[in-house]
């Protein structure tokens, strides 16, 4: 319940209550000063005795913590995308410090534990003489597969650890995401994550020669990539499926590759374009 505490001193706050005025014979001020520090938990009567102390409902400061810790990722998620694009490792293990710390402090927080793994990833992708333990792999493969509808959190995993796991389980998880396109199609940020996940199993299945997987999820791209206002994503898919040719045997598919590389300089993405030139010569000798 720690986690909360903050929250709490936020609400306290905005309602224009001193701690004094919250504090009780049950609950002195120090405590409550330590819980809003995140640094200890109340009980349960505690803790209701100073919502309402606060003139707030327990449906109500729920409300607001969920949206605060949609906040609080979305966060997250936009500094560990800019140290993995930098790859800063050091940027990423202070994030992992940081998540230990609220783990520390609430063994029960999930998302905490996912956000560790997730960023050991990240690192592993920066730095590729290291490798994710199969302990991490499978807690994460586990906790996907026991829940019914992938949310955007999920979405950022599976996309970030198709390297990590072999063709036949990625392509089960692409399955499961294919049955809810709809609902997925309705929310963008959701559609743009499934985009990026089929481009990414195409090319990974590309590469590790599994060319049937690598045809489904071509034909799975195409149906996503309707919108021509979305180019970055079609330029992408331009240059896999002239991969996904050449290594069929089509020579002409470099002509693709080579495009698709050309648009992204001339839009002056010259980082995607660096990063498949040197894809190309890797993998198209």
Not at 249 to 267: R, T
Request: aromatic share 12%; net charge negative.
């Amino acid at each position: 319940m720690s986690q909360y505490g903050p929250i709490f001193k936020e609400c306290r706050l905005n309602r224009g209550f001193s701690l004094k005025q919250v504090a009780s014979k049950d609950l002195s001020i120090s405590q409550l000063s330590r819980f809003e520090r995140g640094e200890s938990d109340l009980s349960l009567t505690k803790f209701i005795k100073a919502l309402e102390a606060i003139q707030i409902s327990v449906e109500e400061f729920m409300d607001k913590a969920n949206g605060f810790k949609r906040i609080e990722q979305k966060k997250l998620m936009s500094q560990m995308a800019r140290f993995h694009y930098k790859k800063d490792i050091a940027g990423l293990e202070s994030l992992i410090h940081s998540e230990e710390d609220k783990l520390s402090r609430d063994f029960n927080n999930l998302q905490a534990k996912l956000n560790i793994i997730l960023f050991r990833g990240m690192i592993c992708q920066c730095d590729e003489s290291r490798t994710m333990s199969q302990e991490d792999l499978d807690y994460v493969a586990d906790y996907l597969f026991q829940k019914e509808v992938w949310e955007i959190s999920d979405l950022i995993l599976i996309g970030n650890f198709y390297t990590f796991y072999p063709t036949t389980l990625m392509s089960r998880m692409a399955r499961e995401i294919l049955k809810r396109v709809d609902y997925y199609a309705e929310i963008a940020t959701h559609r743009n994550l499934v985009e990026v996940i089929m481009l990414n199993l195409m090319e990974i299945s590309t590469e590790r020669g599994d060319l049937e997987e690598a045809e489904f999820f071509k034909k799975e791209a195409e149906k996503l990539l309707t919108n021509e206002r979305n180019a970055f994503h079609r330029i992408i898919f331009l240059y896999e499926k002239g991969f996904l040719n050449f290594k069929k045997g089509d020579a002409s598919g470099l002509d693709d590759m080579k495009n698709a590389i050309f648009c992204f300089e001339v839009m002056g993405s010259l980082h995607h374009a660096k990063h498949y030139q040197e894809h190309m010569n890797k993998f198209c000798r």
